[in-house]
């Protein structure tokens, strides 16, 4: 990406809108410092501002009337967010006062930031490559403690340098490569070849196929999971919800049918975000509310990562559930008999043998037995074969990368293809350099501009 110097002072409010203890001001560009010497004036008068360090003093308009009182900072490029310089006003957190802050800033000639434009700086300043910029929003947007965590490492550049060290072999193999091509007729075989595929493998293309793993998982400790409650009416979905949430959110009633819009909640099971819904149980004859509500539940279960069936043990398993589970056929599904407690150990194991495809897990929503290996159910059939891979993980590619991955090794496959046939040098030379550009993709080098829009306007303003 080549870099421009901006020529114009940006600024925004930096904090939460609402009131807060503190809001922030916050301004980066040529122009920061002398703004700050119009707009701040400092308890003890001041010659000059030293970099890093807080001052306190009073927040002045153009009119010098007094705006708050505060503490001010002014950093020197390059040892900042944006490597430009920067200012940041701390004031308190109202957010009347942060907007006169912010109009006095700008009517002294600085303009609004857009969304993301302070990080966008710190990318096309190269002080962070696109995977770090992106991680940014990611940290911001974490819905547990584990997303955060995999935000943070990726922002200290985790994913950034396993990709420079896939980059630096492909370089090295592009320059053997080059060396072949520069002395055509030499009589020695110049490129070892079965050499070459294995550095290719071992250094490029399995680095990449993990890679590939973690933004599977990735996806589902940053997104989460969304699971459906189906089953007939009365058979314990409210019911169920309600223990796994540890609260009274949906109503439970003997009546059937109590559950007519679908309920959703958030909670987490394992560090994975879990997005719950509780749905109307699904009958031949209703209401015509019911009705609806039977559609809507069938729609989730549609779109849903996992559904839990739950059969009402007491009751067995009969046509409702077997045409139920027949129209959920491709969705991954855990077959959950709730109502253990009424029936002896015999019948829950006959109904269980009537699902010999689906894990099965008995539970008593009512007594609260079971739940525990529901969840460890639910984990397992969520992050499948990746449990080990989803606990030692340290970073997360995202959708975006995820795909330009697969481009980079579909182009390191066919250069291994390439190589094994012993293709010439100069085509081989062609895919080296396909899966360098992709990987430029990845960390900024080569996005285009409006790639760059797209991913900094998930952005907030002021960040
Ligand atoms: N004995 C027993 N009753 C339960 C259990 N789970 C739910 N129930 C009862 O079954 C009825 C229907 O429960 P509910 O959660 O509303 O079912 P839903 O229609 O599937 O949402 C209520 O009277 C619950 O108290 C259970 O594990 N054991
Ligand atoms: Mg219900």
Do not use: W
């Amino acid at each position: 990406m080549a870099v421009h110097p901006a020529t114009d002072t940006i600024a925004a409010i930096a904090t939460a809108p609402g009131t807060g203890g503190i809001g922030i001001v916050r301004i980066s560009g040529p122009d920061a410092l002398s703004l700050l010497s119009t707009l701040f004036v400092p308890h003890r008068p001041q010659s000059s501002f030293i970099s890093h360090r807080l001052y306190y003093g009073r927040v002045v308009n153009e009119a010098g009337q007094v705006l708050d009182e505060a503490l001010a900072v002014y950093m020197r490029s390059p040892h900042t967010y944006t490597r430009e310089d920067v200012v940041e006003l701390h004031c308190h957190g109202s957010y009347m006062v942060l907007q006169e802050v912010l109009r006095t800033v700008f009517s002294l000639g600085a303009r609004p930031a857009q969304s993301g434009e302070f990080t966008k700086r710190a990318f096309l300043g190269g002080r962070i490559d696109l995977t770090r910029a992106e991680a940014v929003v990611d940290l911001l947007q974490a819905q547990t403690p584990k997303s955060a965590q995999l935000a943070a490492h990726q922002l200290q550049g985790e994913l950034f340098e396993r990709l420079e060290l896939i980059r630096d072999e492909l370089v090295n193999i592009l320059a053997l490569l080059e060396v072949a091509i520069d002395f055509p007729d030499e009589d020695v075989e110049i490129v070892q070849y079965e050499q070459v595929v294995l550095r290719l493998q071992s250094a490029v293309l399995l680095p990449l196929e993990q890679l590939l793993a973690m933004a599977d998982q990735g996806k589902i400790i940053r997104d989460g999971v969304k699971i459906v409650l189906a089953g007939r009416p009365n058979a314990g979905k409210s019911s169920l919800l309600n223990v796994l949430l540890r609260e009274e959110r949906a109503l439970v009633t003997p009546q059937p049918g109590t559950t007519r819009d679908t309920i959703e909640e958030r909670f987490v099971i394992r560090g994975i975000p879990v997005h719950l819904i509780d749905t109307a149980g699904i009958r031949q004859h209703q209401d015509p509310i019911e009705a609806m509500g039977i559609e809507r539940a069938r729609q989730k279960m549609r779109q849903a990562d996992l559904v839990l069936l739950l059969v009402d043990a007491s009751a067995g398993c009969a046509a409702p559930e077997r045409e139920l589970f027949q129209s959920i056929s491709d969705k991954p599904t855990i077959v959950v008999i709730n109502k253990c407690d009424l029936v002896d150990g015999h019948q829950v194991a006959n109904l269980a043998n009537s699902f010999p495809k689906n894990p099965v897990v008995p539970i008593s929503a009512k007594k609260q037995q079971g739940i525990s290996e529901l969840q460890e159910a639910i984990y397992q059939r969520v992050v499948g074969d990746g449990a080990d891979l989803c606990e030692q993980m340290t970073c997360a590619p995202n959708t975006r990368h995820r795909a330009i991955l697969t481009q980079t090794l579909t182009a390191g496959q066919r250069l291994e293809t390439a190589l094994r046939d012993h293709a010439p040098v100069d085509l081989l030379a062609i895919e080296v350099q396909s899966a360098l550009d992709y990987l430029g993709d990845i960390t900024g080098l080569t996005t285009t501009e409006d790639v760059l829009d797209v991913i900094f306007s998930k952005f907030c303003i002021g960040k």
